[in-house]
């Protein structure tokens, strides 16, 4: 089963029959207009971090949504022009399918120019205890570490120690091991050069008002994403779309 938060086309609850909650929703999470929700699926467009004096990940996660259909929605066009000075189209379509779960966020230019935009579909995934789950997927590839600053290579299976905030630039698949739940999380993508993977740790998890002290402990998030590394350029009339799809397994 599906949940969307109101108004929006951001998921904030995925439970396929016979297996627990997959996503992470703090406690503390603002569920109001105008405010980003610390949890589910925020969509990050049409830029991926910060912007001068813009909100944080872009205006869509922030915003009403039209809906299309039950799972399947649109941001309004007149909104995306205000917002943004350029003419596009957005349009979020979940499918799920059993233990599968497929995101889907397509962006078209309606514009008589080319744009540039970044982009992440923010998956909160819900985790027994950070320090106990490993992903693997991202032996050998290179990342940019935003904590330190630095770019490094991924030596063998990445486990958390602290506050973790990195881009890989991988169209690989992330496989999420967490024994105290007793499942594995394949996370794989379309239409992605980056793989976002981050956990706040201790210190940030209590500055953040919108997630309990020790928050950080129980999420972990793994986004397909378009960052300032690999931007996607549309040409007027080119559509480009992102997929992120979830398989859940018991072990
Ligand atoms: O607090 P938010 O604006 O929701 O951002 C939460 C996090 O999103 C991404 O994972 C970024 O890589 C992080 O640097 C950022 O802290």
Same mark, same amino acid.
């Given at each position: 089963?599906?949940?969307?938060?109101?108004?929006?086309?951001?998921?904030?609850?995925?439970?396929?029959?016979?297996?627990?909650?997959?996503?992470?929703?703090?406690?503390?999470?603002?569920?109001?207009?105008?405010?980003?929700?610390?949890?589910?699926?925020?969509?990050?467009?049409?830029?991926?971090?910060?912007?001068?004096?813009?909100?944080?990940?872009?205006?869509?996660?922030?915003?009403?949504?039209?809906?299309?259909?039950?799972?399947?929605?649109?941001?309004?066009?007149? @909104?995306?022009?205000?917002?943004?000075?350029?003419?596009?189209?957005?349009?979020?379509?979940?499918?799920?399918?059993?233990?599968?779960?497929?995101?889907? @966020?397509?962006?078209?230019?309606?514009?008589?120019?080319?744009?540039?935009?970044? %982009?992440?579909?923010?998956?909160?995934?819900?985790?027994?205890?950070?320090?106990?789950?490993?992903?693997?997927?991202?032996?050998?590839?290179?990342?940019?570490?935003?904590? @330190?600053?630095?770019?490094?290579?991924?030596?063998?299976?990445?486990?958390?120690?602290?506050?973790?905030?990195?881009?890989?630039?991988?169209?690989?698949?992330?496989?999420?091991?967490?024994?105290?739940? %007793?499942?594995?999380?394949?996370?794989?993508?379309?239409?992605?050069?980056?793989?976002?993977?981050?956990?706040?740790?201790?210190?940030?998890?209590?500055?953040?008002?919108?997630?309990?002290?020790?928050?950080? @402990?129980?999420?972990?998030?793994?986004?397909?994403?378009?960052?300032?590394?690999?931007?996607?350029?549309?040409?007027?009339?080119?559509?480009?779309?992102?997929?992120?799809?979830?398989?859940?397994?018991?072990?």
């Amino acid at each position: 089963m599906i949940s969307f938060a109101k108004h929006t086309a951001h998921l904030i609850s995925w439970i396929p029959e016979g297996h627990d909650e997959v996503m992470y929703l703090s406690t503390q999470a603002f569920m109001e207009a105008g405010k980003p929700i610390r949890g589910g699926v925020p969509i990050c467009w049409p830029w991926f971090g910060s912007l001068e004096n813009k909100p944080a990940h872009g205006f869509a996660r922030i915003n009403s949504w039209n809906t299309i259909s039950e799972n399947s929605f649109s941001l309004p066009e007149q @909104l995306i022009q205000d917002e943004w000075g350029n003419k596009a189209s957005l349009v979020f379509t979940v499918t799920e399918d059993g233990n599968k779960l497929k995101m889907e @966020l397509t962006t078209t230019n309606l514009d008589s120019s080319e744009f540039e935009f970044t %982009q992440a579909l923010h998956t909160y995934f819900k985790v027994s205890d950070i320090n106990k789950v490993s992903i693997k997927g991202h032996d050998k590839q290179a990342y940019y570490d935003k904590v @330190l600053d630095d770019n490094d290579i991924q030596k063998g299976t990445l486990i958390f120690n602290g506050e973790t905030d990195r881009i890989y630039t991988t169209t690989a698949s992330s496989l999420l091991i967490d024994p105290g739940l %007793q499942r594995e999380i394949l996370i794989t993508k379309k239409g992605s050069n980056s793989t976002v993977i981050w956990n706040p740790g201790p210190e940030k998890s209590v500055e953040m008002k919108d997630m309990p002290d020790d928050g950080y @402990l129980t999420m972990c998030c793994v986004e397909a994403a378009n960052t300032h590394l690999d931007p996607v350029t549309l040409q007027p009339g080119a559509s480009h779309t992102i997929v992120q799809e979830i398989t859940v397994s018991k072990f």
